[in-house]
């Protein structure tokens, strides 16, 4: 379940980055778009190292208890 949250959170950052992508195309302030690309490519890089995370919790732990 935790995986799965990650996994919809890392596809939501980057569909912000898109979105600010479309903005600066469509004529919103560049600064703005510029600054929530930036942000949205941090939380998706957090959230694939989080992912990386969990899945070495859970290698770990699975070859404990097999």
Same mark, same amino acid.
Request: with cysteine.
């Given at each position: 379940?935790?995986?799965?949250? /990650?996994?919809?959170? +890392?596809?939501?950052?980057?569909?912000?980055?898109?979105?600010?992508?479309?903005?600066?195309?469509?004529?919103?302030?560049?600064?703005?778009?510029?600054?929530?690309? +930036?942000?949205?490519?941090?939380?998706?890089?957090?959230? /694939?190292?989080?992912?990386?995370?969990?899945?070495?919790?859970?290698?770990?732990?699975?070859? /404990?208890?097999?």
């Amino acid at each position: 379940m935790k995986k799965l949250l /990650i996994a919809m959170m +890392a596809i939501l950052a980057f569909n912000v980055s898109y979105a600010a992508e479309l903005g600066e195309e469509m004529g919103i302030p560049n600064e703005e778009c510029t600054r929530t690309r +930036a942000d949205a490519q941090r939380v998706a890089k957090d959230q /694939i190292q989080q992912s990386r995370e969990v899945q070495k919790d859970d290698t770990s732990s699975s070859s /404990i208890d097999g």
